[in-house]
């Protein structure tokens, strides 16, 4: 694959436009006025699978929005990689925050990214990503060094929950079997040190209703008398932490992975400014788990954090209220081995058991997802390795995210093979954010990474 670099500087321009034409299209899933939309990006997507070379592809039917999936098979002797990614987007809201229109992009330079970076919703999570993985097929189809069998599954509903990928992976195991799954909508440290996501968290997330009185009350006749169910509940909410920032459910830990000091040592290997990450946040200091660094404490750190909260009165002026009801909804990051549904349930049983009598407590889980580890002895990883170590001309550092990507528990159980993150976008990329980007030399750097990936692995597999 020596000729690859000059592959794809030759069609550097047209690799651009293809991208630009893509996000173009409005494909917001969580907004059904552009459902029509979502459904002409999945028409996109087939168009371009079939143009790079895949055999056959198909628009599959789910009971949500449809899944895309293209294949091409040499060789059923050979090994075989399943692609997944989303053709799916992030709402642009607020959109008054942008400097250019969502879904018109335009390319500007910025500090990180001189070669200049793509502006527009999706840029990185997850088209620009994704249509990397369409070009290098392309790329090795062209040339004739595809050396396995790849498979594509293109979903639309990842900024949803992912809510019909259950229903169509349980239902196409046979059509789905592979002996690796390569997904990039993830990141890398930066443009010089490439890294391979090895984690991701689990996730369980709740929502809390604390009631007291039967209704609003007037708080000069009945303060002090009754409880407040906001007074309560915040008292409830502090008590989930101890003076250590150690979480206090009871069971909370019992399956927390304790990573060796060798690992947290390869981990802090990792380049890192914590300077420049409080200047960043615009934070004085740092906060969280005794004991932990704080690169330790957003990945390999299972957590607890109050994503709102509400109650009573909180217009214009003053409104002497007991309020009725209190409400919170809290999200708890998990390590892999903790199972998002028993996190759940220890949950919800001490978040009754502390609550006193005079209020009534309801917890109502949400949703949730398992968390996930790839062993760096895997040969998918070493295969990624080897091709960052390629393109980058230095090795990648392994990573675990604080992230949460529950699919990847998903096709273990389902698919029962390994997955590997092979992210190229920045944390500065403002993915989910106004003006979200992604650098046209992550974008080519990434077509010119991949076919190694298949190369190595292959070579691996053998």
């Not at 997944?84 to 990214?113: C, M, N, R």
């Not at 999706?122 to 069998?149: F, I, S, T």
């Not at 490439?194 to 604390?210: A, D, F, K, M, N």
């Not at 309560?232 to 060796?260: Q, R």
Request: aromatic share 8%; charged share 25%; glycine share 8%.
């Amino acid at each position: 694959m020596e000729n690859i670099k000059a592959y794809v500087t030759q069609h550097k321009d047209r690799f651009i436009n293809e991208l630009i034409e893509l996000l173009k299209i409005p494909s917001i899933s969580a907004d059904s006025a552009y459902s029509q939309d979502v459904l002409n990006t999945a028409d996109a997507v087939k168009k371009a699978l079939l143009t790079a070379g895949c055999d056959t592809v198909e628009i599959c039917e789910t009971p949500g929005y449809p899944i895309v999936y293209g294949e091409k098979i040499i060789d059923n002797n050979l090994p075989t990689v399943l692609v997944y990614g989303h053709y799916d987007v992030q709402p642009a809201d607020p959109i008054e925050l942008w400097d250019s229109p969502p879904f018109e992009p335009i390319i500007k330079k910025t500090d990180l990214h001189p070669d200049g970076a793509i502006f527009a919703r999706g840029a990185c999570d997850d088209k620009g990503q994704l249509y990397m993985h369409v070009k290098a097929l392309e790329y090795m189809v062209e040339n004739n060094n595809l050396p396995c069998n790849v498979k594509f599954m293109i979903e639309g509903e990842e900024e949803i929950g992912s809510t019909s990928l259950a229903w169509f992976v349980e239902r196409n195991q046979e059509k789905l079997a592979n002996d690796v799954i390569l997904i990039s909508d993830t990141g890398m440290i930066s443009n010089t040190q490439p890294s391979i996501t090895t984690g991701l968290r689990g996730l369980s997330y709740v929502e809390v209703e604390v009631t007291g009185p039967n209704r609003d009350l007037h708080s000069g006749l009945y303060g002090g008398a009754v409880a407040n169910p906001i007074n309560i509940l915040t008292k409830m909410i502090a008590s989930l932490h101890n003076e250590n920032n150690h979480i206090t459910i009871p069971g909370f830990y019992d399956k927390v992975e304790e990573l060796s000091t060798e690992e947290r040592a390869e981990m802090a290997k990792a380049p890192f400014s914590l300077d420049d990450y409080k200047k960043a946040l615009d934070i004085n200091e740092v906060y969280g788990e005794k004991g932990y660094t704080t690169n330790e404490r957003n990945s390999i750190r299972p957590t607890l954090d109050v994503n709102g909260i509400w109650g009573g009165y909180i217009g214009e002026g003053a409104k002497t209220v007991i309020a009725s009801k209190a409400h919170a909804k809290i999200s708890m990051r998990l390590v892999p081995n903790q199972d998002w549904e028993e996190i759940t349930e220890l949950f919800t049983k001490h978040f009754i058991n502390i609550a006193p009598k005079a209020v009534k407590v309801k917890v109502i889980p949400h949703h949730g997802g398992q968390g996930y580890v790839t062993p760096i002895d895997n040969i998918g990883y070493k295969a990624a390795n080897k091709a960052y170590t390629e393109t980058f001309g230095i090795p990648a550092i392994p990573q675990r995210s604080g992230g949460s990507i529950p699919i990847v528990a998903l096709f273990e159980k389902e698919l029962k093979s390994k997955t590997i993150l092979m992210g190229f976008g920045l944390d500065s990329d403002a993915i989910h954010s106004p003006n979200e980007h992604f650098g046209i030399f992550n974008y080519l750097k990434g077509i010119e990474t991949i076919p190694l990936f298949f190369k190595y692995f292959s070579e691996m597999k053998k």
